[in-house]
């Protein structure tokens, strides 16, 4: 448990806006597993993730090594607290966080010390998800990195607008099926 309230004051909409993307809980898709893989070498990180926050979930829809669909509750996971900010949320030290030191990512098995996240907004303002670099060791998270990660972020917006707009193309051409068998 990370300790402190992880819910945004819009909520209900924050999660009907993200299902609105149709991207949770998904087969992989070779675009975010390489927008992954990309914030993993551009930022010297050994994980990268691609990870939505649902109503009682974080899924990840991708990450460094092209593997997506881990789920993990939302009241321990760090991806719950970045969507409260609009701007990039760093830990360089977790170890040093007196709130998130019981944290079984922090204190278990995983053992992060290392914690970056930006915002991944959508055109109507709303932050469904991020995406994050974690390290086993504590470190610095330079403004220049800051601003790479928030340039990944808009990646992966551009990224879904562009399933949306897939989404109603697909629809239009199955209108027009339709109506040619009517």
Request: glycine content about 4%; some cysteine.
């Amino acid at each position: 448990m990370i300790g402190m309230d992880m819910i945004p004051l819009n909520e209900e909409e924050r999660v009907e806006n993200l299902k609105k993307y149709k991207i949770l809980y998904t087969k992989p898709e070779p675009a975010f597993d390489q927008i992954a893989a990309i914030a993993a070498t551009m930022l010297n990180a050994p994980v990268a993730m691609i990870n939505f926050v649902d109503r009682y979930t974080v899924w990840t829809k991708a990450n460094q090594n092209g593997e997506s669909g881990f789920e993990q509750d939302r009241d321990i996971c760090l991806c719950s607290l970045a969507i409260l900010k609009d701007k990039v949320t760093v830990y360089e030290d977790l170890s040093k966080e007196m709130h998130l030191i019981s944290n079984p990512l922090i204190a278990g098995e995983r053992g992060f010390k290392f914690y970056a996240a930006a915002p991944i907004t959508t055109n109507e303002g709303f932050n469904v998800g991020v995406v994050c670099v974690v390290d086993k060791t504590s470190r610095t998270f330079t403004e220049e990195e800051q601003k790479k990660l928030e340039w990944v972020a808009s990646l992966i917006r551009t990224e879904m607008n562009k399933r949306i707009g897939l989404t109603k193309k697909n629809m239009a051409h199955s209108l027009v099926d339709l109506e040619d068998n009517i």
